[in-house]
């Protein structure tokens, strides 16, 4: 079976408002001036990941040079995302719209939900976890003035979500929105095989 759901808003904002660690990918050694954020952001991974792979260190705000600091592998399925997001871009400039950029936190926030829908067994925008997407958003502290998601699963390939995305009017148009400038994608793959896929759009503010 495949499934799949998309949902788009457009937000004025005046205020501001308020898994993947399987594999280790690699091991850094800590330099002056680093801290677990610098090092998170240069690896792509959320600190919190980077804590959860790095027991040992009892207290993250103080590491030190020298020190080892284990890299979690955060997108065990990021061929299959990169390519997402490639094929999404070739329908939008084929059409003369702008390419999307790709915006690693965003794709974090995409692959949290795609592995939620599966460890919470629904499919839907709302989550029992984190609310609406745009709750989730500003959860992991992104700040934009248009957001939007689609969600699918049971596609085996990127080539076959896009084209299924393409073909629902409602996720064509996020697709193609001129409205957002940002993407990412998060794809999670079920016990039994079944990929479900997450793209989170946004315009940062």
Known sequence: ?????????????????????????????????DSMWKIAVRYEVGVSELIKANPGIRNPNLIYPGQKIKIPEAAPLQTFETEVIR?????????????????????????????????????????????????MMEAFGLRFSAAGENIAYGQRSAREVVNAWMNSPGHRANI????????????????NGTLYWTQMFMKPT
């Open 1 to 33: 079976m495949k499934k799949l759901i998309s949902t788009f808003a457009a937000l004025i904002i005046t205020l501001s408002i308020g898994i993947f660690a399987s594999a280790q990918g690699t091991t850094y050694t800590v330099r002056s001036g």
């Open 87 to 135: 094929l999404i871009n070739i329908e939008r400039t084929s059409r003369g719209v702008p390419a999307l950029t790709t915006n690693w936190q965003l794709s974090r926030v995409a692959r949290y939900k795609s592995q939620d829908m599966i460890d919470k067994n629904y499919f839907a925008h709302q989550s029992p976890t984190y609310g609406s997407p745009f709750d």
């Open 176 to 191: 193609l929105s001129r409205a957002f400038t940002q993407t990412g994608v998060g794809a999670a793959k079920k016990a």
